[in-house]
């Protein structure tokens, strides 16, 4: 009793620990009873700079599988449970490299990962030699899945993608508001993300007669700063501003666009990993008013997506990214394919993966599909508008909630 | 010729090198044999943590030849590992090229941008930690360099392809497979081979004098630029076979893997852990570190009762990579190899 009242305490202090201490007892449990134990291996960041959006990923899997659990286990395997065997990959692609190949190792039955897209890269390449099925949650990079592999789906648009529909609905929302684009200035992070989204947005600009200029990019890791780059917008006359970067320099641009006043008619995020979140507007205040952002997001008409938002909100008490609901439909995608093939053969679970039919939380275009590369080809970017201090989807209008205002006269 | 008590290669200890290195060989041969045997004791799982040693221990030697042998301290041993591998992955997507012939090419040219860095810093006397840096700033540079250019890929960097079947001729073999190991023990063990005759060899013994005490051995007449060059051209190409190996292995680098400070790091810290300046040192520093960042995400993913609190934590091998090294430091300061070896020679 005595140690246990310990652990208790331990636990209250470093919130989250009681919930992992719930999981490995539950899983030991199950393993131990009857029923066979499917293991879902998961490969996220769960320490460095990543680990933030690592952590709210890994919940994402957790709470899929509970719900999986809950709802009584794979049927066609005899009620067989799910357990979460996990991987931290640090971000860095050789440690996620050794930690897939630990999990193949321990006879997982599929892989979940990454966040990043040179960690995700390394382990579809593991996944592929060692015929494991990988599902991505979230990675943009086009290339992953130009190899040809056989073994790896994507749940998330692919960068390209971002760039191109941004290009699209930038065009079509300033023409409906008859105030058309003469000029959008990039400013974008040195990586492979910031630069694959412009490129593709760059691209459909000219296959569409945008005018671009000036490329501004900067890196996401060290920047304390963006006033000069924004200065460098307001000088060229640009009077759209395309931002493709992570969170913390999103604020950071938001900021300078308030101090340096660029007469804009919009800032738009490409898939700008600040720009449509809960927490941006807190962030950056009065300077977030108006922000637009082409990203995967939320549906939010839909009654599940709502449910796993409250669940994810009570059981980690933080609010629930994108990011985490891909990862909730990752491993709904496996257990489906599970229970489609009656097996836990790698290449059989794989074929039924390839014919997934699964209504996602996300917005999309349908239900889940993939292509013969492996990319979720109903996945659906949208535009969602910082309105009233919340940012909400705007267009393309199946997905609508409000409509867009243009235009927003960001920082004025 | 009496004199052996030096610690550090002397004059008398150039006299007991003829016997020294018959012992060093035998101990080579021994290490190997016994490191032959691991694969078929190790769990599978563990067979990618055993190449990593490896390749760390490749890097070590590489930066203990000029940093320690020839005490001209780098911070920027990423900038060869980064050209081994890009090298590597470069011309086999181009051209096709088998990594053995990569791994010739990207020896040469990282020991021809080694002479031209050591070159410009000798030429402008910059020495200790304004060499240091000089070397960390190129590491950078090239690194932005390769981040910038498209015919490299810029961020996105290099897939090595994956290939249907096992090929020798290609390096590449099914996941986990021991060939990788093996591979990667024989070169080590080269790489341990080079060091010890170029270390016997004249260049080699002039270099220790070089570092010993430049300005004699310049007034004796060695050509001091030469030899500085010469050491660092050999290890820097001992360092880009490493990066030949990670990118064969690993399947995969950009600017961040083969240019940033971490591979710099990775090069410097089993060598200095190991025993700067002593054959076996970077060996025993790869055996400690390799292992490391594995056996406490273990520990973490199921920690003992007592240590239950940190469960979910992740960052806990660099903690202990950071009291490794103060530990040492204070403790040892010559690492492991080099304690143990003063003890041997004052009992």
């Known amino acids: 009793m005595r140690t246990r009242s310990f652990v208790k305490l331990v636990a209250a202090v470093g919130s989250g620990a009681v919930l992992l201490a719930g999981c490995a007892g539950g899983g030991s449990g199950g393993s131990s009873g009857d029923a066979k134990v499917i293991k879902i291996g998961t490969l996220h960041p769960l320490s460095g700079a990543n680990a933030g959006d690592g952590t709210q990923l890994e919940n994402g899997v957790k709470l899929g599988i509970k719900a999986i659990n809950d709802a009584g286990g794979i049927k066609a395997l005899g009620g067989a449970k799910l357990e979460l065997d996990g991987g931290d990959t640090k971000g860095t692609p050789d440690t996620g490299q050794s930690e897939a190949q630990r999990l193949v190792g321990d006879g997982v039955v599929a892989l979940v990962g990454t966040y990043q897209s040179a960690v995700s890269a390394n382990v579809a390449a593991v996944a592929e030699r060692n015929k494991v099925p990988f599902v991505m949650d979230v990675s943009g990079d086009d290339a992953i899945l130009s190899h040809g592999y056989k073994y790896s789906f994507r749940m998330q648009p692919q960068n390209s993608r971002f760039g191109t529909t941004a290009a699209q609905y930038v065009k079509a929302i300033s023409a409906a508001a008859n105030r058309p684009v003469t000029k959008v200035a990039y400013l974008h992070e040195a990586t492979a993300f910031g630069t694959g989204v412009y490129q593709a947005f760059k691209a459909e600009a000219q296959k569409s007669g945008l005018q671009m200029g000036p490329e501004i990019t900067y890196d996401a890791a060290s920047v304390s700063d963006l006033t000069t780059q924004i200065a460098q917008v307001k000088a060229s006359g640009a009077n759209v501003l395309v931002v493709s970067g992570y969170y913390r320099d999103g604020v950071l641009a938001a900021k300078a666009i308030q101090t340096v006043k660029p007469a804009l008619d919009a800032v738009v995020g490409a898939a700008d990993g600040a720009f449509d979140q809960p927490q941006f507007p807190t962030d950056a205040g009065s300077a977030s008013q108006g922000y637009f952002d082409v990203n995967y997001h939320f549906d939010d008409k839909s009654a599940d997506a709502k449910a796993f938002s409250a669940l994810y909100k009570t059981t980690y008490k933080d609010e629930a990214r994108t990011g985490a609901a891909l990862a909730y439909d990752s491993v709904r995608v496996i257990a489906a394919a599970l229970e489609k093939a009656g097996s836990t053969d790698a290449s059989k679970v794989r074929d039924a993966i390839a014919q997934t039919n699964l209504t996602p939380l996300t917005l999309s275009d349908g239900p889940i599909k993939f292509s013969d590369k492996g990319e979720n080809s109903t996945s659906l970017p949208v535009l969602t508008q910082v309105q009233n201090g919340a940012p909400v989807v705007v267009y393309p209008q199946s997905a609508a909630v409000k409509s867009p205002v243009y235009p927003a006269n960001p920082g004025q | ?347």
């Open chain 2, 1 to 347: 010729m009496t004199i052996t008590t030096e610690t550090r290669p002397g004059s008398a200890a150039i006299q007991n090198r003829r016997q020294s290195i018959q012992r060093s060989l035998i101990i080579l041969v021994v290490i190997t044999v016994l490191a032959a045997f691991a694969p078929a004791l190790l769990p599978e799982s563990s067979q990618t943590i055993a190449v990593r040693v490896l390749i760390f221990a490749i890097m070590a030697i590489g930066w203990n030849l000029m940093s320690g042998y020839g005490g001209m301290f780098s911070f920027g041993h990423a900038a060869f590992f980064g050209i081994g591998a890009y090298t590597d992955v470069y011309l086999l997507e181009h051209f096709g090229w088998s990594p053995w012939i990569s791994l010739v090419v990207g020896a040469m040219l990282a020991a021809l941008v080694a002479i031209c860095i050591g070159y410009l810093a000798f030429r402008y006397k910059l020495r200790s930690a304004y060499f240091a840096l000089a070397t960390f700033a190129f590491a950078e540079m090239l690194r932005l360099l390769a981040t910038n250019t498209s015919w490299v890929n810029g961020t996105t960097g290099f897939h090595v392809p994956l290939l249907p079947d096992n090929s020798w001729s290609m390096l590449q073999f099914a996941a986990n497979a021991p060939q990788y190991y093996y591979i990667g023990l024989a070169l080590v063990v080269i790489c341990l081979l080079i060091t010890m005759f170029y270390l016997r060899s004249r260049t080699g013994i002039h270099t220790v004098a070089v570092r010993d005490n430049e300005d004699a051995a310049d007034a004796l007449g060695v050509n001091v630029m030469r030899v500085k060059l010469t050491t660092m051209a050999l290890s820097a190409a001992i360092t880009s076979v490493a990066g030949m190996f990670y990118a064969q292995y690993f399947m995969f680098v950009d600017p961040d893997i083969a240019f940033g400070q971490a591979q710099s790091v990775q090069a410097i810290a089993p060598a200095v852990i190991g025993g700067v300046a002593t054959l076996w040192g970077p060996l025993v520093g790869a055996l400690i570190l390799g292992p490391l960042s594995d056996l406490t995400a273990g520990w973490l993913r199921n920690p003992p009762t007592f240590l239950e609190f940190l469960s979910g934590r992740g960052g806990l091998d660099v903690v202990l990579y950071s009291i490794l090294l103060i530990v040492i430091a204070l403790v040892l300061p010559k690492g492991i190899v080099g304690s143990i070896r003063d003890w041997w020679k004052r009992r």
